[in-house]
């Protein structure tokens, strides 16, 4: 049984360039989350996706984006990419239980993003 | 706004003595409770809950946690650690009523001596 995937492990980029990071949720999830957590910090909630639309987000700028497939997998986009971006992106998959519904997270790997 | 406070940026153990991890949380009402771990290199791990009821929780890996309102804190403990417990500690906050989506601490790492 596949836990949570994320790739790529690890990403270099420079500033003002894009990219595109992939999850693939753990066997029977359907809900999908993304966190920031810069060195030294804990994790930041950036956004969950269920159904295909963003269901909650957290404080990031427009920058950062998302997009849910059918087969419930998930991307996580940044624009125009700053030094400040440079972070350990961590995915976490989950059942969704419904609005104000607890259902444990089961978290990736993460990708490690530098941005030089 | 909720926010937790991990006032410990390192802690250094012997193997085999007792631990103790300190949380203070922010929140206007009941708030949800959680410790997470992250090992090197890998996502987190939950170790343990606290939504309501007895205030002491139990949680795997031997970790126990307590919630103290009165003091705005809900510590982790261990009676015995071992080599392998060494990693990132987290403690977090979620809203009640609310969605569930914690809120972070800095995180304490944890440093075991042999």
């Known amino acids: 049984d596949a836990g949570v995937t994320q790739s790529p492990t690890h990403l270099i980029k420079t500033r003002g360039q894009q990219v595109t990071l992939r999850c693939s949720p753990k066997s029977g999830h359907d809900t999908v989350s993304w966190y920031q957590q810069a060195l030294g910090q804990g994790p930041q909630f950036i956004f969950q996706?269920?159904?295909?639309?963003?269901?909650q987000r957290g404080n990031f700028p427009d920058r950062f984006s998302g997009h849910q497939f059918p087969n419930y997998s998930s991307e996580l986009n940044v624009n125009a990419l700053l030094l400040g971006d440079s972070a350990l992106y961590l995915c976490?998959?989950?059942?969704?239980?419904?609005?104000?519904?607890?259902?444990?997270?089961?978290f990736g790997d993460g990708t490690r993003l530098s941005i030089l | 706004a909720q926010s937790v406070t991990q006032p410990d940026i390192h802690i250094t153990v012997s193997e085999g003595a007792s631990l103790e991890l300190r949380c203070n949380y922010s929140y206007g009402a009941t708030p949800y409770l959680f410790w997470y771990v992250q090992s090197p290199g890998q996502g987190l791990q939950l170790l343990l809950k606290?939504?309501?009821?007895?205030?002491l929780v139990q949680g795997i890996k031997g970790f126990e946690a307590e919630f103290k309102r009165s003091q705005s804190s809900f510590n982790l403990r261990k009676p015995s650690v071992h080599w392998s417990d060494a990693a990132e500690y987290f403690c977090a906050v979620g809203a009640s009523g609310g969605s569930y989506i914690p809120t972070f601490g800095r995180g304490t790492s944890l440093i075991v001596h042999p």
């Open positions: 976490a998959s989950s059942l969704w239980g419904g609005q104000g519904s607890y259902q444990p997270q089961h």
């Open positions: 606290y939504f309501s009821g007895d205030t």
């Open positions: 996706y269920y159904e295909e639309e963003e269901r």
